[in-house]
C-alpha cells in the first residue's frame, strides 16, 4: 500500500497586551498563511478568527508581537489512493 507524509505543527502567537495564543492543526496552518501575507503586504486581511477556552477570538495582525512555529512533525500513513506508479507520479 502507498504511503503519504501528513506535516503538522504548532504556533504560539504573543500580544502586545501579553496574552498568548496556542494554535494547533488547520488553525495553525492558516494564522501561518495570512499573517505571512499580511507581513508581506500581499493581503489586506487585518486577522483570524480562532478558538480558545470554547470562544472565538479575533486576533489582530498589527497587535501581535511574536510568532513562535514549533518544528514540522512529519508521519506516514497508508494511502490507498495515493499514486503507486513513481514514473507518472513524477
Do not use: Q
Not at 26 to 44: C, G, P, S, V
Not at 69 to 74: A, K, L, M, N, Q
Request: aromatic share 8%; proline share 1%; charged share 35%.
Amino acid at each position: 500500500m502507498a504511503k503519504s507524509k501528513i506535516r503538522s505543527y504548532n504556533i504560539t502567537v504573543t500580544m502586545k497586551d501579553g496574552t498568548t495564543h496556542d494554535l494547533t492543526g488547520r488553525e495553525a496552518e492558516n494564522f501561518y498563511i495570512e499573517f505571512d501575507r499580511y507581513r508581506l503586504r500581499h493581503e489586506n486581511a487585518r486577522g483570524i478568527w480562532t478558538v480558545k477556552d470554547k470562544e472565538r477570538h479575533l486576533i489582530l495582525f498589527e497587535n501581535v508581537t511574536n510568532v513562535v512555529r514549533s518544528e514540522i512533525d512529519v508521519e506516514e500513513i497508508d494511502n490507498p489512493g495515493a499514486c503507486k506508479d513513481v514514473e507518472i507520479c513524477l
